[in-house]
């Protein structure tokens, strides 16, 4: 792309972000022609994410410091390397494991399937819900696992495994002219929902030295997209502390790719004790971002007209799988199982017609990027505006977007070259490779403020 030019997708995103229009100029793009290739526009996706949340960051930077808002020049090979963030991650030279033996494509009786079980208790559903014993050698249950996949239709795997708590989709096949099974047709899914509730003062950020710096996001979100935007948001200054509960601990390799800038720490919303702490902190919070299944927080009050109605000017931001409506709205989702439900892996298909995948979580750390965009820009509306914001993000919402409205751009530039964009640190978990942040303006901070520290062992305190 041209200096002066506006790309397309990026001048959608940020109209659909409500950014100022005048704004766009300022961003511009170092182009890589080594970018992994798909046959969906990813390129263009990720560079305008990165794009948007780098814009949003000098605008908020700018209206605290009452300047002009600086020039942003995205380098498409450093968003590449962050969108495979979680695959350049070492841990004293180890590489950790993407997906676990049992998650991944399989033949079924009448097409394909896709199952997830990074997690203990998902692996352990998936293999109840086909009366599988959990044990023996790895091999061996991939080997039983595949044959009883092979006698079932596809639809009865995803809806038997799903209703035993476990993670499979049928592969939408190519050409289908079908309704996805999130019940909505993917052409009807919005990319970003957002809107202001309550009226109120305007809410001025004094001058700080990075957009985010004195704001408290409460971060109640897990694998990978919401991660991935409070990891952005803890780069441009926030003080995010991420609240877990004790009977979900997380895979520690992937909280060394998302934990950079954040703090972590464990509360249990059903002790009376717990959810005073969890209480004093919300009371104090600018922003909450969640990455829950639809209504899974409702129990505890946390839905979010009752944030917003007990907590006025905060902003609640929300990611699931698969849509705020629909039949499917209330399942759990990850990345790959949205791929494979809503056409993209059949259209990333192999040569052999078995089904692709795209080369990247492109889902997850698009939807991240978009995400941390549209909490600056809330915040940056709310600094001179007041009131409260709702926003509201999915992965299927983003896919709908790739498959559906982005044009491919012409590819240039020079080859793509991971490298430079890797750095090192010690960390309690070791001597840590990774991927440093793709967000960049002028006058940006290079780096994250600390590294990930152990999940769970923070004290559940704002700064």
């Not at 100022?20 to 300022?26: I, K, T, Y």
């Not at 998302?258 to 717990?274: E, M, N, V």
């Not at 919402?397 to 964009?421: C, M």
């Not at 960390?427 to 780096?447: M, N, V």
């Amino acid at each position: 792309m041209a200096n002066g030019e506006t790309d397309a997708a990026t001048a959608h995103v940020w109209n659909a972000l409500g950014g100022p229009a005048e704004l766009l100029g300022a961003v511009s793009y170092a182009p890589s022609s080594g970018v992994p290739a798909a046959r969906l526009p990813v390129r263009e996706l990720a560079r305008a994410t990165v794009g948007v949340a780098s814009l949003a960051a000098a605008e908020l930077g700018a209206r605290r410091a009452g300047g002009a808002v600086p020039a942003v020049r995205v380098d498409e090979a450093a968003v590449a390397t962050a969108f495979h963030s979680e695959r350049h991650v070492r841990i004293d030279g180890r590489k950790p494991t993407s997906f676990a033996p049992l998650s991944g494509f399989w033949r079924a009786a009448d097409g394909w399937v896709r199952t997830h079980a990074n997690y203990p208790h998902h692996r352990a559903r998936l293999l109840a819900a086909l009366g599988l014993p959990d044990g023996g050698e790895t091999d061996a249950l991939v080997e039983r696992l595949s044959a009883e996949l092979a006698t079932r239709p596809a639809r009865w795997i995803q809806e038997t495994v799903y209703a035993a708590g476990g993670l499979a989709v049928a592969v939408l096949e190519r050409g289908n002219t079908e309704i996805p099974p999130t019940g909505i047709p993917l052409t009807e899914l919005p990319l970003i929902e957002s809107r202001r509730v309550g009226e109120g003062a305007p809410r001025p950020l004094p001058e700080a030295p990075l957009p985010a710096s004195g704001v408290r996001v409460l971060d109640l979100t897990r694998v990978l997209a919401g991660p991935v935007a409070t990891r952005t948001l803890a780069l441009l200054g926030a003080d995010v502390l991420r609240i877990d509960s004790p009977r979900l601990p997380e895979d520690p390799d992937l909280h060394a790719d998302t934990g950079f800038g954040k703090r972590s720490a464990q509360l249990d919303l059903g002790d009376p004790s717990d959810r005073r702490a969890f209480d004093d902190l919300l009371a104090r919070a600018d922003v909450v971002v969640t990455g829950y299944r639809p209504g899974a927080l409702d129990r505890y009050g946390l839905a979010p007209d009752d944030l917003l109605g007990r907590h006025p000017g905060l902003v609640v931001a929300q990611v699931c799988a698969w849509g705020w409506s629909g039949p499917w709205a209330a399942r759990r989702g990850f990345d790959s199982l949205v791929q494979a439900a809503t056409g993209i892996a059949a259209t990333e298909a192999g040569p052999d017609g078995s089904p692709g995948v795209l080369p990247a979580q492109a889902l997850d750390h698009g939807t991240g990027y978009l995400l941390a965009a549209a909490v600056l820009r809330a915040l940056a509306e709310r600094h001179e505006t007041g009131g409260g914001r709702h926003l509201r993000f999915s992965l299927a919402g983003t896919a709908s977007w790739l498959t559906h409205g982005i044009t491919p751009a012409a590819v240039d530039g020079a080859p793509y070259d991971p490298e430079p964009h890797l750095a090192e640190t010690p960390a309690p978990y070791g001597q840590l490779r990774y991927a440093r942040s793709p967000i960049t303006y002028a006058g940006r901070p290079l780096d994250w403020a600390r590294p990930p520290g152990q999940w769970g062992t923070d004290a559940p305190r704002w700064l």
